[in-house]
């Protein structure tokens, strides 16, 4: 007959049993427990990083993702494999009870959906786990002004082939090279001005800017710029032998300017021409300036290191222009190539002190003035005002 106490030492038995088995079902690794594991190296689950949520196990993680491999006598840990993938393993995030990597971002090309421990003995360790192949990701384009049968590039990350690229229209592109983050797509004709699809086997991004974005234009360049003009129109060019346009016409620049040389390139009152489009200028962009990017296209022949060029907007030019502007210093060259130019709404309205909303439109002054000598050798094309990407830019 049991006595009582051997009926607790059961019952505790039963239940330490029973406890790891769901432990263990709990984390997938039923195969790798036992109720003392000694000192070989196991894995008991697979959880996220942030301490704050701990408890969301993992079967399955995204490429590049960072996750927290849980265990015991895991401190020998050599290598880390997915798929066919391997992962780097940093020393000081190896601990005997713990391993933090990320999941590689390459793309496996054979999947067994488990990941796979080497120790320093040369044993291994296999445990069921997928990896979850990303979509394609857009982060910008080197310029959203592209003309039909010319290339155009896409900079993001997941671009596995085979891709198709759909642009606005239903215009299907040439895809032309694919090479580490980078895209290189062939125009053809029909594209439409808005948002671009990309798709391959694993899923579809579609962008969140427009390629040839028409929306809020207010300097293209393109209307007729009489009425009080003060500069600009001997500027203005459809064509040029040094460089292409890729929308009608667009601002040309070739001036040798000295230091402190005072040289206005684009500049009209509020009641002339040019408020016929900067009242494109949304008023949610005075409500929320922090959603807005100011957008152009550039292509320079030189260097514009060292460049100062004050833009101001607003109802008063030239009286205001003196003590509220924006001072962009565009530290680029484009070597001969159109690209696309962001700077934050935000930074440009508050420096020329939050002016009201008018549908009527405003005065503007771009011109040139600084302490540094430069060779002023671009063009500018379709100034605008529009919403700001989501994403990396």
């Known amino acids: 007959m049991t006595s009582p106490i051997e009926m607790r030492i059961m019952k505790y038995k039963i239940s330490k049993w029973m406890f790891l088995a769901m432990f263990c079902a709990l984390a997938g690794t039923l195969s790798n427990c036992s109720e003392d594991s000694g000192n070989d190296p196991v894995i008991r689950y697979i959880r996220v990083t942030n301490p704050a949520a701990s408890d969301s196990l993992l079967v399955s993680a995204y490429q590049g993702q960072m996750i927290a491999i849980m265990g015991e006598n895991l401190q020998k840990a050599r290598e880390l494999w997915f798929n066919d993938q391997r992962a780097v393993l940093t020393t000081t995030f190896i601990t005997s009870s713990s391993i933090i990597a990320s999941v590689p971002a390459s793309l496996p090309e054979t999947i067994t959906n488990q990941l796979k421990l080497v120790f320093a003995d040369g044993k291994t360790l296999l445990y069921d786990f997928s990896v979850d192949v990303s979509e394609p990701e857009v982060s910008r384009l080197k310029s959203e002004y592209v003309n039909t049968g010319d290339v155009a590039t896409f900079y993001g990350d997941y671009f596995y082939e085979p891709l198709e690229v759909t642009f606005t229209g239903g215009a299907v592109g040439e895809v032309v090279s694919v090479e580490d983050q980078i895209l290189e797509v062939r125009i053809p004709d029909g594209v439409q001005p808005g948002?671009?699809?990309?798709?391959?086997?694993?899923?579809?991004?579609?962008?969140?800017?427009?390629?040839?974005?028409?929306?809020?234009?207010?300097?293209?360049?393109?209307?007729?710029?009489?009425?009080?003009?003060?500069?600009?129109?001997?500027?203005?060019?459809?064509?040029?032998?040094?460089?292409?346009?890729?929308?009608?016409?667009?601002?040309?620049?070739?001036?040798?300017?000295?230091?402190?040389?005072?040289?206005?390139?684009?500049?009209?009152?509020?009641?002339?021409?040019?408020?016929?489009?900067?009242?494109?200028?949304?008023?949610?962009?005075?409500?929320?300036?922090?959603?807005?990017?100011?957008?152009?296209?550039?292509?320079?022949?030189?260097?514009?290191?060292?460049a100062n060029i004050r833009i101001y907007i607003g109802p008063d030019m030239p009286g205001e222009r003196g003590n509220r502007y924006y001072v962009w210093f565009p530290n680029i060259n484009t070597d001969g190539e159109w690209e696309t130019v962001s700077i934050p709404w935000q930074d440009v309205y508050v420096a020329n002190k939050e002016f009201a909303y008018n549908p009527n439109g405003y005065g503007i002054s771009m011109h040139f003035s600084g302490p540094n000598a430069v060779d002023a050798d671009f063009g500018m094309d379709n100034m605008r005002v529009v919403p700001r990407v989501t994403v990396e830019e």
Do not use: C
Request: no cysteine; net charge negative.
């Open 195 to 306: 948002p671009v699809t990309i798709t391959n086997n694993f899923g579809e991004v579609v962008t969140d800017f427009w390629f040839r974005d028409d929306r809020n234009i207010i300097a293209s360049y393109d209307i007729p710029l009489a009425n009080g003009v003060w500069h600009g129109p001997a500027f203005i060019k459809s064509s040029d032998p040094d460089i292409s346009n890729v929308d009608e016409k667009f601002i040309r620049i070739n001036q040798d300017l000295g230091a402190w040389a005072w040289f206005e390139m684009y500049v009209g009152t509020a009641d002339g021409d040019m408020a016929t489009e900067l009242k494109n200028i949304p008023e949610d962009a005075f409500e929320n300036p922090e959603d807005y990017n100011l957008k152009f296209e550039l292509n320079t022949l030189a260097p514009l290191t060292g």
